[in-house]
């Protein structure tokens, strides 16, 4: 069992950055892949990167370039920094974990998720 906490959402300016943060328990944390998602109300959950134990990683374009997604495996973190922020970037945004060493986009792959966080994005 892997439970999730999100950290670090709030309200920023078009242009601005914001890092999110993830803390996860468990003794496997590096045997999993980890991933960010974003939900706007009333739409799909999207995908927006996923990070492997080795650090490889692999972003959705619409971030590509801006957002970057690393992770700490001694510490059970890992964080999403976000930079030239955009308005249409607001949602809320889930850490999830997946029990699997590959890179993961699809939203049923991962097997947890944490509660959330608020982003938002003023223009």
């Known amino acids: 069992q892997v439970q999730l906490v999100e950290s670090g959402g709030g309200l920023v300016q078009a242009g601005g950055s914001l890092r999110l943060s993830c803390a996860a328990s468990g003794r496997t944390f590096r045997s999993y892949t980890m991933g960010w998602f974003r939900q706007a109300p009333g739409k799909e959950r999207e995908f927006v990167a996923s990070?492997?134990?080795?650090?490889?990683?692999y972003y959705a374009d619409s971030v590509k370039g801006r957002f970057t997604i690393s992770r700490d495996n001694a510490k059970n973190t890992q964080a999403l920094q976000m930079a030239s922020l955009k308005p249409e970037d607001t949602d809320i945004y889930y850490c999830a974990a997946a029990n699997t060493l590959a890179l993961q986009i699809n939203t049923n792959e991962y097997d947890y998720w944490g509660q959330g966080t608020q982003v938002t994005v003023a223009s």
């Open positions: 990070i492997i134990y080795s650090g490889a990683t």
